[in-house]
């Protein structure tokens, strides 16, 4: 199942949503900034839950030559959160008419520890412009620059209509508008759902980086930034 999901305005998104839907798990990908006619406008991708690619973490590490290039990451972290396991996804690269142009691959890795979960997705960037969210903090580690992001989303159906309100949020950049939130399995419309989105990213030798973490105990600030220079700190491990 793919599902496509257009931004307004050219808002800039950087996440995964996910959502069961008839044992799918179907992961929205978003990059929209504003970019020249002809480029890549959005991304989109899915995956099965059911269909793991990695059970093991010393599997990613033999995997190179499949994923494309050589990603560097941890089998656990310092705050208790371990490798759960991992997907290799297709992502399209799509057109202002929703047609697909590029296909690239991405690394899927899920943490857990209780009822926190962190995704460590690595990448090797669309040609498209890149617009930062509401970037609370940057900072310089070995080289690297670190953007940590508090981001509201509020995910919505295709065809939703925003009430004024909520278009002034909008307008004023609190809240992203993400169209494309599948419909229940009885085929109704989903219920509008917002969430608080916290990242870490980064880009090193030509491919991105994120950490990302949501849910009812997300992993954010201090912690999440730890995160973010252990993974950094593993490749001279490696």
């Given amino acids: 199942v793919t599902v496509h999901v257009i931004g307004k305005h050219g808002a800039p998104v950087l996440l995964h949503k996910y959502r069961r839907r008839k044992g799918i798990l179907v992961g929205v990908l978003l990059a929209f900034g504003v970019m020249a006619a002809g480029k890549v406008t959005g991304l989109r991708s899915s995956i099965n839950p059911d269909e793991v690619t990695y059970t093991a973490f010393s599997q990613v590490r033999e995997d190179g030559e499949r994923i494309g290039f050589e990603p560097y990451g941890k089998e656990s972290y310092d705050n208790g959160l371990t490798f759960a396991k991992g997907y290799l996804t297709d992502v399209e690269g799509f057109d202002e008419g929703g047609n697909a142009v ?18 460590l997705t ?5 040609n498209t412009d890149k617009i930062d969210g509401n970037v609370v903090r940057k ?9 940590y992001e508090e981001n509201k989303y509020l995910f919505v159906p295709a065809d939703y209509q925003l009430d004024e309100a909520m278009k ?6 609190k809240v992203t508008i993400s169209y494309g939130l599948p419909p ?14 916290y990242s870490v990213s980064w880009e090193d030798n030509g491919i991105d980086y994120l950490l990302l973490s949501t849910g009812d105990e997300p992993v954010m600030g201090d912690s999440l930034v730890a995160m973010a220079k252990e993974t950094i700190d593993a490749k001279d491990s490696e």
Avoid at 122 to 126: E, G, L, V
Avoid at 168 to 173: K, V
Wanted: hydrophobic share 25%; glycine share 8%; charged share 40%.
């Fill in 122 to 126: 690595a990448n090797q960037p669309f």
């Fill in 102 to 119: 590029e296909v690239r691959p991405e690394l899927m890795l899920y943490y857990q520890e209780g009822d926190r979960e962190v995704l």
């Fill in 139 to 147: 900072e310089e580690y070995k080289g690297l620059e670190l953007k």
């Fill in 168 to 173: 002034e949020e909008e307008a004023e950049g």
């Fill in 184 to 197: 229940q399995d009885d085929g109704t419309p989903a219920e509008p759902e917002e969430e608080m989105m």
